[in-house]
Every structure is written in structure tokens, then in C-alpha cells.
């Protein structure tokens, strides 16, 4: 088992993970255990970790980023309530980013707090979702506009949980996962590129490096006052992109195929005035169109410009973006013309 511990919280990775949470669980002497899931966690990861488990009360919400409303808060919190949980209950958040990101949110505002535990199912959740603690939900189309800072008591990652995650949900934590790599370990994203196409095996053994990374920057700046925002990186036009296929797609753009478009887009930014080198550049534009498909809808580049300026993330009515110096090394709070952001799309679109 491999751990990462600190006085926030605690990550455990591995195989046999979940005989220590049952340990963890029989040692904290919790008043009440309740369990959050999604229809689809419900089914295929439950019947792995429902053994490990006594005395708890499942909570079942449907599947999907639309469930990650104040709505379904309620319906958590009344459970909580109906169920008599006081200050000594634990919420066990068990599936990907919506699960930990309500969940999380939930817990932290019952009863001015109780504990939380995520359990991620899904690769993006993994290296990033359930670790770093901001929680929150959306709110009309915006998304994550109102949460919480604060950290899961404890982290615990079965990788087994990923044989009945769907390919794109896979490619979705990719996109995250090769951030990471971008801005803080050149090796990591060397051996990235190193797994043959379609092939998912080898991508259990990412996830610790990934994970480190996030929790090394999230310890440092837990409140993204500077260090915190080079998780930006491909943000500032993949949220954008996200946001517009939201509402101009049948089938919109999952996070992280939207985040793929704004790695690109924003390495040809960082090439124009970071001074990226043309092999960096080359190696980021290779390696993400050849794992991601090319997004056929047309980009509208005042719409997207529009919606950059409403990101959170900016201040003084800058768009801000992080960008790459070289591979490895991020710089945050970098400004860039309207124009340099339309030729990134526009480099994106023609590719
Ligand atoms: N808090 C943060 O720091 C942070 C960071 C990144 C993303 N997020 C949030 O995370 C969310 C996205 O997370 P996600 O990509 O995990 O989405 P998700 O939770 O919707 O999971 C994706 C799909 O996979 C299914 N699923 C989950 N585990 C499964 C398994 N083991 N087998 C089969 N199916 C499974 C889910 O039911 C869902 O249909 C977004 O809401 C995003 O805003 C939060
Ligand atoms: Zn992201």
C-alpha cells in the first residue's frame, strides 16, 4: 500500500485499501456511517465495498454533473437529518468527482461539519477530484460556483474500481493527469507518452506520481492564493470550451476532452510568450490529438472569449492563464491579448 500522510489528511493507495478503512472505521468509533453514491457507482463498485462495511445507510443519487445541484444537497442533508446523524457521523463519498464534490460539500456544512471519507471510482477523481479539498456544487449553468474549502478526513484509492469505468471516462482523468505531468515533471510526461495508443493497462501506475503532484501544490497554497492556480493550466480555454459545448452541444465535451482542447490552445500561447520551445510544443500537440478525438463543432471565439472573462480565476477584467515555460515548469497569472487567444483557437481548429 502506498500512503501520503499529513496533518490535513491522509491518502492510501493500493489493493488492500479498503481492509484499512474497515480498520480505520471499527478504531474512530463513528456514531453513524452513511455511504453517497451514483446510480452507476451503485452497481458496479457497492458490491466490492460493501463488505468492508457494517451498520451504514447507503444514499443513492442519479448519475451525472446534473445531480450536482442544491437540490440534491437537500435530499442529502435531509437523509442525514432523517437519520438522526449528529456531529459524530461520517459521510463515505464512493464514486467520482460529482460523489466527492457534493458529498464534500454536504459534509462540510451539516451541522457546521462533519467527517468525510472519499472513496474515487473514477481515474479523474483519483488524481484529482477527491484530493485538495474544494467541494461545491453548480448553480444555473455555472459550474462549482458554490462550495467550500475543506479537506476528507481520509483518501483511500482502490485502482480495481477502474475495470468497469467506460474508455471515455478513462480519458477524462487523462486529460488531468497529463496537466500534472506539464507542469511539474517532464519524466512523468515522457513516460506518458511512452504507453502505446489504446492501451489502459500501465495507467494504474500513474496515479500516485499524479496524485503527488497535486497534493504538493494543494499543501503549499491550499487556498489558490498563487502556487495553487498552475492546476490551471489548459483551464482557462478548456472551462471556456466546456461551457459552450454545455450549451451548444447534444452530446457535450466531458471535462477533461474539454481541458485536452485548452492544453493545446494554451501551449501555443506559452510557445508565443513564454518562449515553449517548437519540440515541447510538438511533443504536447502529438501527444494529446493522438489520445483525444479532434472536436468537430465549430469554436466561436468571441463566445469563448466572453465566458473567459467571466472565470472566476481573473481579476482587474484580465483573462489570466497559466502558462508553460518549458516542460515541467508552470508560470501563473500570465495575461495574453484577445488576438493571441483567437490564433490558439484558430491553430487548435485547423490541426
Ligand atoms: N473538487 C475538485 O477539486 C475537482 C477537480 C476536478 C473535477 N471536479 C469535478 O468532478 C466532476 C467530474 O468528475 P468525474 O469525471 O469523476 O465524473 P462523475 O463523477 O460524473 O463520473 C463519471 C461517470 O462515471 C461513472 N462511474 C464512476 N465510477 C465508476 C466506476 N468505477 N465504474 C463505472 N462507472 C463509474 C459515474 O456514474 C458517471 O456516470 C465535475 O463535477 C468536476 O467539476 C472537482
Ligand atoms: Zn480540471
Redesign the pocket.
Known amino acids: 500500500m502506498k500512503q501520503i500522510l499529513n496533518k490535513d489528511f491522509n491518502i492510501f493507495l493500493g489493493e488492500d485499501v479498503l481492509e484499512k478503512l474497515a480498520e480505520t472505521l471499527i478504531n474512530k468509533e463513528y456514531s453513524k456511517i452513511f455511504v453517497l453514491m ?1 446510480t ?2 451503485h452497481k ?2 457497492w458490491p466490492l465495498f460493501s463488505p468492508y462495511l457494517v451498520n451504514f445507510i447507503p444514499i443513492v443519487i442519479a ?3 446534473a445531480s ?1 445541484n442544491i437540490k440534491q444537497a437537500e435530499f442529502i442533508w435531509e437523509t442525514l437529518l432523517s437519520n438522526f446523524a449528529d456531529r459524530n457521523a461520517l459521510l463515505i463519498n464512493l ?5 466527492s ?1 457534493i458529498g464534500g460539500f454536504c459534509a462540510a456544512t451539516y451541522k457546521r461539519g462533519i467527517d468525510f471519507i472519499n472513496v474515487p ?2 481515474l ?2 483519483m488524481v ?2 477527491a484530493v ?1 479539498g ?2 461545491g456544487v453548480d448553480m444555473l449553468s455555472y ?2 460556483v458554490i462550495g467550500v474549502f475543506k479537506h476528507p478526513a481520509e483518501i483511500y484509492i482502490y485502482p480495481p ?2 475495470n ?3 474508455e471515455n ?1 478513462k480519458r ?1 482523468g487523462l486529460a ?1 493527469l497529463t496537466k500534472h505531468a506539464l507542469i511539474a515533471d517532464k519524466e512523468l510526461f515522457e513516460k506518458l507518452i511512452d504507453i502505446p495508443l489504446n492501451d489502459w493497462s500501465k495507467i494504474n501506475t500513474f496515479i500516485f506520481p499524479s496524485l503527488k503532484i497535486k497534493v504538493g501544490i494543494v499543501k503549499k497554497d491550499p487556498f489558490e492564493k498563487e502556487l495553487r492556480k498552475c492546476l490551471n493550466f489548459g483551464h482557462t480555454i478548456g472551462h471556456a470550451v466546456e461551457t459552450a459545448s454545455l450549451l451548444n452541444d447534444k452530446v457535450p465535451l466531458k ?1 477533461g476532452e474539454a481541458i485536452a482542447i485548452g492544453i493545446i490552445c494554451e501551449a501555443y500561447i506559452s510557445k508565443n510568450i513564454e518562449n515553449l520551445s517548437g519540440k515541447e510544443f510538438k511533443s504536447i500537440v502529438e501527444y494529446i490529438s493522438s489520445r483525444f478525438p479532434k472536436y468537430k463543432q465549430k469554436l466561436n471565439p468571441e463566445e469563448l472569449i466572453n465566458y473567459m472573462r467571466n472565470d472566476k480565476k481573473n481579476r482587474e477584467g484580465n483573462i489570466h492563464f497559466t502558462l508553460l515555460k518549458k516542460i515541467g515548469k508552470a508560470k501563473v497569472d500570465q495575461v495574453c491579448s484577445s488576438d493571441l487567444i483567437m490564433q490558439s483557437l484558430n491553430y487548435y481548429q485547423n490541426l
Open positions: 451514483d452507476n457507482t458496479y463498485c448519475e451525472g454533473e450536482k464514486g467520482g468527482g460529482v460523489v464534490d471510482t473514477t479523474l477523481a484529482d477530484a485538495g474544494k467541494q459550474k462549482n474500481f477502474l468497469t469505468l467506460k471516462e477524462n488531468e471535462h
